[in-house]
Structure formats: structure tokens, C-alpha cells
């Protein structure tokens, strides 16, 4: 079974620009949750979907939404970006939304902001 | 609110020498533990799991880890390392309740392997 995928694996971008990063989890994996990771913060989680609706939401300004499909793929989306949305953002998925659902990683999007 | 400590920022150990990373949680009841891998240029590979029962937990490529609630520690542990172990190990506690799988990591530690 195929993992998690994201795409793409690295990007570019420059102060005020928006980019929308791609999802694919897990065939039959129904959450969704994206995590932000610098060298500063860590790992800090961002948004949670389940079904198409976002279930949770970590402490992120407005800019930063996503949503997901009704085939479970999962985009997020950072407008305006700033200097500091230089990061690796990791998509995971799991079957369900428990905590006690494993919870299977991506390789990550490497977003680099100039 | 739910905190994960991990003390040991970076951890160097020869190869064959036993290793024990340090993981200390903030959480109002019995949480659920994780530790996760991150090898260079790669996403996050689940080691093992603490739920209930049993506080010695067995996981994949060797690792174990011991859950002491009276410490409010979750140490990562393995007996003999591999050079292939050099890696960045995360310690995490998932909600006990509530529909959720949000995880809460904490900083992370490095580990370097010597030959």
C-alpha cells in the first residue's frame, strides 16, 4: 500500500505570495492533520480533517487554511507568506480521527520563503 | 495545557552502547505516548505507542520505552544503538479524550552515532 504523499517536495516562494501545498494520505485514511516544523518552534500542529471538515485547528493566523476532498486528499493554503513560514509542513493521515488511530507521515514540503 | 519535554537537545553515543532518550509530559490525566524517528530529508516514523496496560513498551527496530506516571516520564530506550540509528527521535502525547488525533511534540533530540 502506498504511503502518504505530498507534493510538492520543494518550493520556492517570495514575501507576499500565496502557495497551496498537496495531500494525498493513505488509500482508506479519512484524517487529515497538517503539522509546521522549524528549527525555532518544532513541530507544531496546524489543521485537522475528518470527512471534509475541519475538525481542529492549532494556534496559526487566518492565513493559513485548508480544506479536503471528498476522496480524502488535503490541500493546505498560506497566503501572503511571510519570512517566517520558511518550514517543512507535514501532512499525515490515519484511518479515523482517535487518538489511538496511528497517525502515518509524509515526507514533507519543504517551503522555502525569500 | 499538555506539554512535552524533551531535556537532551543533542545525544552522541558510540555504536553498541545502550541508549536512553529522556521524555517528560505535562497532561491532567493519563495520556497517550508516542515516540517518533526522523531520518534526514524524511517524514516521521512511528517507533511505539503507550495507551494503557503494560508501562514497558516494545516497538519496532529494537526500541522500548517505559512509562512512569509518578515521574510523568516516557523514556526511549535501546539496548545496543546502530550506526543506522543517527536520527532525530520525537516524543509526543496524543489526547486521551475527544475525537482527535492531534499530537503535541516535543523539541526533539538529536542523536549522533560514532563508530
Known amino acids: 500500500k502506498a504511503g502518504v504523499t505530498q507534493t510538492p517536495r520543494y518550493l520556492i516562494k517570495t514575501r507576499g505570495q500565496q502557495v497551496t501545498l498537496s495531500c494525498s494520505p493513505i488509500?482508506?485514511?479519512?484524517?487529515v492533520s497538517w503539522y509546521q516544523q522549524t528549527p525555532g518552534q518544532g513541530l507544531q500542529f496546524l489543521f485537522e480533517y475528518f470527512s471534509e471538515t475541519q475538525r481542529n485547528k492549532g494556534n496559526f493566523p487566518g492565513r493559513f487554511s485548508g480544506r479536503q476532498f471528498s476522496n480524502s486528499r488535503s490541500e493546505m493554503n498560506v497566503s501572503t507568506l511571510e519570512l517566517g513560514d520558511s518550514a517543512l509542513y507535514l501532512c499525515?493521515?490515519?484511518?479515523?480521527?482517535?487518538?489511538?488511530?496511528?497517525?502515518?507521515f509524509g515526507p514533507g514540503t519543504r517551503l522555502t520563503v525569500l | 495545557a499538555q506539554s512535552v519535554t524533551q531535556p537532551d537537545i543533542h545525544i552522541t553515543v558510540s555504536e553498541g552502547a545502550s541508549l536512553e532518550l529522556r521524555c517528560n509530559y505535562s497532561?491532567?490525566?493519563?495520556?497517550?505516548l508516542f515516540w517518533y524517528v526522523q531520518s534526514p530529508g524524511q517524514g516521521l516514523q512511528l517507533l511505539l505507542k503507550y495507551f494503557s496496560g503494560d508501562t514497558l513498551v516494545q516497538g519496532i527496530k529494537g526500541f522500548e520505552a517505559e512509562f512512569k506516571r509518578s515521574q510523568s516520564s516516557f523514556n526511549l530506550r535501546k539496548p545496543s544503538v546502530h550506526w543506522s540509528d543517527a536520527a532525530e527521535y520525537f516524543c509526543a502525547v496524543g489526547a486521551h479524550s475527544g475525537n482527535t488525533g492531534k499530537l503535541i511534540f516535543g523539541q526533539g533530540t538529536t542523536l549522533q552515532v560514532k563508530p
Open positions: 488509500s482508506g485514511h479519512r484524517s
Open positions: 497532561y491532567g490525566a493519563t495520556p497517550y
Open positions: 499525515a493521515s490515519s484511518l479515523g480521527r482517535k487518538s489511538t488511530d496511528t497517525q502515518y
